[in-house]
């Protein structure tokens, strides 16, 4: 059965229980809620997931980011166990759960297309999990007193006898995110959860979801290609491109700090710049940049638009505006430069005179950014 | 008929036709063409079952239907419908599951076989039961010292009749789990339900329609097979005859009265099990989601 262990994988290490094979290699003070030790994932000859070293902190909400083929939802159904390693093992707490089942896993799972079960009333999907338990299944009274009160903490009370297909996009998510917190799961895994929403819809259920998560505290990771919404909801994230983990961080480690020139590039959707580096300073036509632990040579300077400010004096790369999109707060500008690059700066709204127009000639200068060198 | 006919347009601008609707001449062609073919290919034979076996009045039909060898025939054919459909029901779920919601080496190999009994004559498909079982065959030996029957005896008419009406189930469920994915089967894996009640509470009632519309065409197909049954059956009146084959019998011998009856049944029987399809399209839910 696909959803069961397709091809449970050949291990005669690690296999035995959790006490007697070594702590992963990566470990804090205290036990993770979820680690991953240096797992891959082959389908075929594509390496889906190449030594991914993770760990998960109890109650955390983490987030996956990472661009469509770098191996996120992979790694998601791996820990949900809908899918197995090919090498590497997967921990809850003490426990080794590599070969486990799905259904033994107890993980709440959300799926971006919602898959709930259509032949069943909203009351009747939540109940689901409560319903198929061989052990320990909770009376008819106490299982509804559950639906209900889990309908509660997603605010779909009145919608208890409708059927998936009879709701709105918005709330057919709602009834996933009840229907996986019913079985009290030890970790909440999210599928790209707002990735088939509207916009509108998108903000107010991210926000939901923080709250979801602040009221349950049941550990979270979820999955998003979108870093503006990974940045504003996690604790932490994790940026994965190739298979490969770019960075763990804070969101604003991730934003300020990038550890790689991807991770600038995709989390910051930063201009890059080339230039070289000289005894520790990056130069390129009308900027430099401290780079510190860079080795002298051609380098790139990675600068998101909101680094630029209008230069007064005579420094700064030489620009024209090319359009001003209208919006709110910072001025946004595209524009190009003597050399004939286009790039986005998003600059203060001056205190005095006018907003730069386009057509304009102006000097920015460069307040931030990360430099890396140049791939070869 | 109803939605071949075409509503005359109230409204036609000067300039010329609406977009996409064809000429006035060309949908009268059409619908002719389509009415004709229907009626002449289709809609008068059947009428004409009837009448042949009405032209002498309802009391010979019934005299006919009777008769002990007819009744026989009847019992067979609905015994041989009651055992081969509700396997290849089975057969086809199994199938349509394990090709829809699976991926497994040979299994395009495997969908090509489950087409092979609609690609193969069925005269071929008996035949290749009687190399099988046959005196001559197989496993032929081996049956007759153990006195078991299964060529020109009732066995081997099931089988033949399985043999024929296998794609039925399987075809109409592998595109519809094709379209269902298995994201519903993996959200019941991950609330914890094992195989066995994921395939009862959530597989089963996503194809309950498409399992009830293939084992309708199944049955069908199953009481009227006449090709690959008739190599296998002997043809010994009273014990191994079918409808379709004593309706042949009946005809070879003159007795148009005879045969046509058992044919009126034989369709009145199709009839109703299209009629019951029908009635299943038009009961079931549509997307639109009022529930069941």
Not at chain 2, 79 to 97: D, E, H, M, R
Request: charged share 20%; net charge neutral; proline share 6%.
């Amino acid at each position: 059965m696909a959803y069961d262990r397709p091809d449970a994988p050949e291990r005669d290490v690690n296999a035995g229980p959790a006490s007697d094979v070594a702590a992963p290699a990566l470990t804090s003070g205290r036990s993770a809620a979820i680690a991953l030790d240096r797992v891959s994932k082959l389908f075929g000859r594509f390496a889906a997931l190449r030594g991914v070293e993770l760990e998960v902190q109890p109650g955390e909400l983490l987030a996956i980011v990472g661009p469509s083929g770098s191996g996120k939802t992979t790694l998601l159904r791996l820990i949900a166990g809908l899918e197995f390693p090919d090498e590497g093992r997967i921990l809850f707490g003490d426990e080794d759960v590599t070969l486990a089942k799905a259904s033994d896993r107890r993980v709440g799972f959300v799926f971006q297309q919602y898959a709930l079960f259509k032949h069943m009333t909203v009351a009747k999907n939540v109940a689901f999990g409560l319903e198929v338990r061989r052990r320990n299944r909770p009376n008819r009274k106490d299982r509804n007193a559950r639906v209900a009160e889990l309908l509660k903490l997603v605010e779909l009370e009145g919608l208890a006898k409708r059927y998936p297909l009879q709701l709105s996009g918005g709330q057919r998510q709602r009834v996933a995110l009840a229907r996986a917190l019913a079985v009290s799961p030890r970790v909440l895994l999210l599928d790209e959860p707002f990735g088939a929403l509207d916009a509108t819809v998108r903000k107010s259920l991210r926000r939901e979801l923080r709250r979801i998560h602040d009221a349950t505290h049941v550990t979270t990771v979820f999955i998003t290609h979108d870093q503006e919404e990974a940045l504003e909801l996690a604790d932490r994230v994790v940026v994965l491109n190739q298979g490969r983990i770019e960075q763990i961080g804070a969101p604003d480690e991730i934003l300020n700090q990038p550890a790689t020139a991807f991770v600038a590039g995709f989390v910051g959707q930063a201009n890059v710049f080339d230039g070289e580096v000289r005894a520790g300073v990056f130069h390129a036509p009308g900027m430099s940049l401290p780079a510190e632990g860079v080795a002298d040579g051609p380098a790139q300077a990675y600068v998101r638009a909101d680094q630029f400010a209008i230069a007064d004096g005579a420094d700064g790369v030489e620009v024209v505006v090319r359009r001003v999109p209208p919006s709110a707060g910072l001025v946004r500008l595209e524009v190009d430069s003597a050399g004939g690059r286009s790039f986005e700066a998003a600059v203060m709204r001056p205190e005095r005179g006018p907003v730069p127009a386009a057509g304009d000639r102006l000097r920015l200068k460069v307040a931030g950014g990360r430099v890396f060198p140049s791939r070869s | 008929m109803a939605d071949l006919v075409l509503p005359a347009p109230s409204v036609r601008p000067a300039s010329g036709q609406p977009v996409g609707r064809d000429p006035a001449w060309v949908r009268a062609l059409v619908l002719i063409l389509v009415v004709g073919f229907v009626g002449l290919f289709l809609l008068a034979p059947l009428a004409m079952v009837f009448v042949g076996a009405l032209s002498k009045g309802v009391g010979p039909v019934l005299n006919a239907l009777v008769q002990p060898d007819a009744l026989s025939a009847i019992g067979l054919t609905l015994t041989v419908a009651a055992i081969a459909v509700p396997l290849n029901a089975v057969f086809g779920v199994c199938a349509a599951w394990a090709v829809a919601k699976h991926s497994f080496p040979g299994k395009a190999f495997l969908i090509t076989l489950i087409d092979l009994p609609f690609s193969v004559s069925p005269v071929v498909a008996g035949l290749i039961f009687v190399l099988v079982f046959g005196l001559q065959g197989w496993f032929g030996a081996w049956l007759s010292d153990h006195d078991i029957k299964i060529i020109f005896a009732v066995p081997g008419i099931i089988l033949a009749t399985i043999f024929v009406t296998f794609p039925f189930v399987a075809r109409e469920l592998i595109p519809l789990m094709q379209a269902q994915g298995v994201d519903e089967e993996e959200a019941a894996a991950t609330l914890g339900a094992n195989g066995l009640q994921t395939f009862w509470r959530v597989t089963t009632p996503n194809i309950r329609w498409g399992l009830l519309y293939g084992v309708l065409l199944c049955n069908a197909r199953a009481m009227g097979e006449f090709g690959a049954v008739s190599v296998v059956s002997g043809h010994i009146r009273g014990q191994t005859d079918t409808m379709p084959l004593h309706v042949e019998i009946l005809y070879n011998e003159y007795d148009f009265v005879g045969a046509f009856s058992v044919a009126a049944l034989l369709c009145l029987l199709a009839v109703i099990t299209l009629a019951l399809k029908a009635l299943l399209e038009a009961l079931e839910p549509r997307e639109t989601g009022h529930g069941l």
